[in-house]
């Protein structure tokens, strides 16, 4: 069975760096077609999909988010990286990697971490 779990700091003060982990079992990173991704939930507001690294490697995010997000994997230990930087009260949100066979298809979820921007 494909099991996804997050993990990385909680809080955070506003400008620095969140850095959350994605650690996977059950299926490889580096094989088949998937799409491993990042979303986020804020407050109140729906989904976002911050980006994605696909198994070629390839990385895309979200046009609103692109300058200060990088996706990244370590595929020696089956896990992949979210990075946002220069953050703000606004990033406040639970996080959550998600697999997808396809784009906009998702099949495994992990079931999210809760990172607050506060002063």
């Not at 400008?15 to 088949?32: F, K, N, R």
């Not at 989904?47 to 988010?65: A, D, K, N, Q, W």
Request: net charge positive; hydrophobic share 30%.
């Amino acid at each position: 069975q494909v099991q996804l779990q997050e993990s990385g700091l909680g809080l955070v003060k506003p400008s620095q760096t969140v850095s959350l982990t994605c650690a996977v079992s059950g299926a490889s990173i580096a094989t088949g077609y998937y799409y491993w991704s990042w979303f986020r939930q804020p407050p109140g507001r729906g989904l976002e999909r911050i980006g994605y690294i696909h198994v070629s490697g390839v990385t895309s995010y979200s046009p609103s988010l692109k300058r200060l997000t990088f996706i990244s994997r370590d595929t020696s230990n089956n896990q992949f990286t979210l990075q946002l930087i220069c953050v703000t009260l606004e990033n406040t949100a639970v996080y959550y990697c998600v697999r997808g066979p396809h784009m906009s298809q998702y099949d495994y979820w992990g079931q999210g971490t809760q990172v607050t921007v506060s002063a």
